[in-house]
């Protein structure tokens, strides 16, 4: 088959524009271009998800391109068409997750309410995210020391921003309206990670064994950090 004729066979098994209209050669065109560029994201989004498989279950360095063209059912080529490097892969993956962390996390907490129901909503939208993308966000402690200049600022970044960011924020405007709270001796950003510790802590098996319940895994962290910040009453 002519590659001419190739391309308009391919247009016509598109469902989008099988609708039986004839196309002129420039609607062809745009159709083809359109089927083209579908065919690319969904090979970007195959590679990333296989990557995600990889990453999670394995070390930074024991993961290979070959393996990931293999677990994507691409060439090694198609591979190096969109990325240049294992690395740009790995960056790619966290910083698309962590922006649609930050998207979610965002979502759920920007609501009018006090602190624990704004941390109670976030919280639990984080331990209610399937537990392969509960244990991506993780990478980026464990594997943040692979990373030097601008790419370790992205992850950094990105990694505030999908979550401490959003904590300091809900804190500060508590913080702000307790009046009965030493505020000189509270400090949002640093509770905000003293509360993404608590609740990293509270993602390990151990603790599911413990809590297996997602509402008890909550109430748990907002009881110990609350209490904690209630020890900061002003007589």
């Not at 195959?46 to 995600?52: M, P, V």
């Not at 001796?185 to 510790?197: H, I, M, N, T």
Request: charged share 25%.
């Amino acid at each position: 088959m002519a590659r001419q004729d190739f391309k308009k066979k391919e247009i016509r098994d598109l469902d989008l524009f099988n609708c039986g209209v004839k196309l002129n050669k420039t609607d062809q065109s745009v159709c083809f271009a359109m089927a083209t560029q579908l065919r690319s994201i969904q090979s970007v989004q195959r590679i990333l998800d296989a990557a995600t498989d990889l990453f999670v279950n394995q070390s930074y360095a024991d993961v290979s391109i070959n393996q990931i063209a293999a677990a994507a059912e691409l060439t090694k080529g198609a591979i190096y068409h969109h990325f240049s490097s294992k690395e740009d892969i790995y960056l790619e993956m966290l910083l698309s997750d962590l922006a649609a962390k930050r998207e979610l996390f965002k979502s759920v907490s920007d609501v009018a309410g006090d602190a624990n129901t704004r941390l109670r909503l976030l919280t639990t939208a984080y331990f209610e995210l399937p537990e392969q993308k509960r244990q991506l966000i993780t990478l980026v402690r464990r594997d943040l020391h692979l990373f030097s200049g601008e790419k370790r600022e992205q992850l950094v970044k990105a990694y505030q921003q999908a979550l401490p960011e959003i904590v300091e924020h809900i804190l500060s405007d508590c913080i702000a309206t307790r009046s009965n709270l030493d505020t000189e001796a509270l400090d949002a950003r640093l509770l905000s990670w003293d509360f993404v510790a608590l609740v990293e802590v509270s993602l390990s098996p151990h603790a599911g064994r413990i809590f297996p319940a997602t509402a008890a895994r909550v109430d748990h962290v907002l009881k110990l950090f609350f209490t904690g910040i209630s020890s900061f009453r002003t007589n």
